[in-house]
Each structure stands twice: as structure tokens, then as C-alpha cells.
């Protein structure tokens, strides 16, 4: 009998000797590495898609900005590619910290623009985070309303208290936020009452298909129910399709966000020319 320990895997680490495992970490190495490289030379920028409100579709409620990177090929890659990897790394904190300084950028340049900008609630702790915050809302008065923090699920019930705090103390400045990907995650219901969230996102999941759908036409409206009861304005994500679209107006959704409507742009048509080329 061949021992797997000698022979090929000999300088695989200890807990990687199962090929897939190993090509699985050897894939998030090299994600983690590209990642920093960009980080490192600012290869980020933000792509924008828009939040409609259900009915309304031709103008958009607010705009999302999604992080994208450009890898040494400059091909764009979008964040839920990587941000797996790096969510608890270092880099992930930066990534945070380039989105927001952008967000805040294009809200102070486009005096009509309301931005929901993606954060981990492991930022909240991140003094580089925290002061590209506090500079972008003391630089324009106008910013703070404008700016809505979308928070996932997952990482605020992480560190529920911290999460609280920080939203009371910024939520006096203007700035509202999102449950993102909620019903994805693992939310202690109690908590929704002790958080500020002015918005809750339904995870795309939920929502893709639900014309045809029946377990996810009851999920969906059990989500939305939550999010009515605690004052909360509900947005669907992933929109793929009109049926859908007709549906979740159907049942009270407040705004839609999908392909549907519109996929993650780096070149909006509101960005001037300039910009425009900048992020070229
Ligand atoms: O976690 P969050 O909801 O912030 O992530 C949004 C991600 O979903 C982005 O990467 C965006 O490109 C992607 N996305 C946006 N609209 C759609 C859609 O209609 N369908 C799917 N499958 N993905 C979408
Ligand atoms: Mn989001």
C-alpha cells in the first residue's frame, strides 16, 4: 500500500493531503495574493447599479457601489469572487476602506446621488475605516443622508452590541443603513429590534424565479413581513426577470435591484466624461 504522506503530497502542508482541499486553498492563495497586489496599487474602483422603486422603474431610489479589482490583466473581477477570501483578512479591511473613500467621492461630486456603499461589520472596529468616515461626513454636510452603510447579515450578528452602537452614534449624521443578504445568514430575531436598519435586502436567492416559485413566494413574504413590522424599507435583489419583477410589486416589495433592471455599471451615465475615463 502507497503511503499518500510520502511520494507527491510529501510537501503538501499538514490538513491540505486531500487534493481538493489543497487546489481549494492553493485557488484562495492566489485570489488573496491578486487581491493585495490590487489593494496595493489602487486597482479598485466601484461599480454602480440601481435600486428602483417597484412600479417606478425608470428612475432609481439610490445606486449601490460593488468594489470591483482589476487583476494584473486588467480584467475586472467582482468583489463576491474574492471577498470570501479576504473577509476576515487584513486586505478585506482595506477593500472596506477603498469603498468607502470612493462612495464618498462620487456622493460629494453628485449632489443628487444617494449611494449605499457594502461593509463588513468587522470595519466598525478599524481605525482607517472609522476616519475616512468621519473626514468624508465633516468634508460635505450633504453627504451623510446621501450615504446608506449596507451591512450583511452574516457579520452583524457577529457583533450585534458593536453593530449598535456604531449605527445609533452615525445614524445622527444622516447616514442610513441596510440589512444586506438578509434570510442568508443567521439572524437572532431579537436583535432586529434593538438595531437601526432603515433598509432590509432579501437575498437573491429568495428571489430568483419566484413568479413560478411557491416556497419562495412564502419565504419571501415571511422576510418582508419582518421587515414592514420593524419599519423598514424592503428591497429585492436579484431581479432577473419581468414576471418577478410584477410579482414582488405584487405583494408590497418596496424597491427592486437585478439584472433586470440593470447590471453593476463602472460607467454610469451620470458619471461625467471625465470620471468616466478615469475608471476606464
Ligand atoms: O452581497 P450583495 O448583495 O452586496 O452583492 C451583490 C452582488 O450581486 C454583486 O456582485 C452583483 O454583481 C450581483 N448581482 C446584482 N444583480 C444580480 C442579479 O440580478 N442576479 C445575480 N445572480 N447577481 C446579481
Ligand atoms: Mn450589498
Redesign the pocket.
Known amino acids: 500500500m502507497t503511503d499518500n504522506r510520502k511520494g507527491k503530497w510529501a510537501d503538501v502542508p499538514a490538513g491540505h493531503r486531500d487534493p481538493l482541499s489543497y487546489a481549494i486553498s492553493k485557488r484562495d492563495q492566489s485570489t488573496i495574493a491578486m487581491v493585495e497586489d490590487a489593494v496595493h496599487h489602487k486597482q479598485v474602483m466601484l461599480?454602480y447599479?440601481p435600486v428602483v422603486p417597484a412600479g417606478q422603474s425608470q428612475r432609481a431610489a439610490f445606486y449601490?457601489g460593488?468594489i470591483r479589482v482589476l487583476d494584473e490583466t486588467g480584467r475586472i473581477i467582482?468583489?463576491?469572487e474574492f471577498i470570501g477570501a479576504i473577509e476576515t483578512t487584513e486586505t478585506g479591511r482595506i477593500v472596506d476602506c477603498l469603498a468607502l473613500e470612493k462612495g464618498l467621492r462620487t456622493l460629494s461630486m453628485h449632489s443628487s446621488l444617494r449611494l449605499a456603499i457594502?461593509m463588513s461589520a468587522r470595519s466598525i472596529g478599524y481605525s482607517r475605516w472609522l476616519r475616512i468616515l468621519k473626514r468624508g461626513l465633516d468634508a460635505d454636510p450633504t453627504v451623510g443622508e446621501r450615504l446608506i452603510l449596507?451591512i450583511?447579515e452574516s457579520s452583524a450578528m457577529l457583533v450585534p452590541e458593536l453593530v449598535t452602537g456604531f449605527m445609533g452614534e452615525v445614524s445622527q449624521r444622516g447616514v442610513s443603513f441596510a440589512l444586506?443578504?438578509f434570510g442568508a445568514g443567521f439572524t437572532s430575531f431579537r436583535y432586529l429590534k434593538d438595531f437601526y436598519f432603515d433598509i432590509l435586502?432579501i437575498d437573491?436567492q429568495f428571489i430568483?424565479g419566484i413568479a413560478q416559485d411557491t416556497d419562495n413566494q412564502v419565504l419571501t413574504t415571511a422576510l418582508a413581513t419582518i421587515g414592514r413590522q420593524f419599519d423598514m424599507i424592503t428591497v429585492a435583489?436579484?431581479?432577473?426577470r419581468a414576471e418577478d419583477a410584477a410579482y414582488l410589486t405584487a405583494i408590497g416589495i418596496d424597491c427592486l435591484?437585478?439584472?433586470?433592471f440593470g447590471?453593476?455599471s463602472v460607467k454610469p451615465v451620470w458619471l461625467n466624461a471625465e470620471e468616466r475615463r478615469a475608471s476606464a
Do not use: C, F, I
Request: glycine share 8%.
Open positions: 461599480a447599479q449601490e460593488l467582482p468583489a463576491k457594502n449596507e450583511t444586506d443578504d435586502k437573491g430568483r435583489e436579484s431581479v432577473e435591484q437585478g439584472y433586470y447590471a453593476p
